[in-house]
């Protein structure tokens, strides 16, 4: 779930050809681990990326083995503020040229 909370920031950038087309694969592979880990419990994973995608929550995630939309947090589910520490640091040098 971690990766998918990157794809906004591919999303934001204003590419054309090669380079558009290159930033959708990346964002499609930044939402296969997700997908992957729903279809092995037997679900649909389209549909819980896009559930996840809609959520303004920063914490919020797909709890595989519950089978249930949580607050990664309070489950004891931490990567999402790791991938934020590392987003306030990094973040801004995706972003340059």
Do not use: C, H
């Not at 947090?73 to 995706?94: H, K, R, T």
């Amino acid at each position: 779930m971690t990766l998918l909370k990157a794809a906004p920031v591919i999303n934001g950038l204003k590419l054309e050809g090669d380079q558009k087309l290159g930033a959708e694969i990346l964002r499609r592979a930044l939402e296969e681990p997700l997908r992957q880990l729903v279809r092995n419990a037997g679900l649909e994973g389209s549909v819980v990326v896009e559930e996840l995608r809609k959520q303004d929550k920063a914490n919020w995630g797909f709890d595989v083995l519950g089978e249930k939309y949580v607050e990664l947090l309070d489950e004891g589910i931490a990567a999402v503020s790791l991938f934020n520490d590392l987003q306030a640091v990094y973040g801004p040098m995706a972003l340059t040229e």
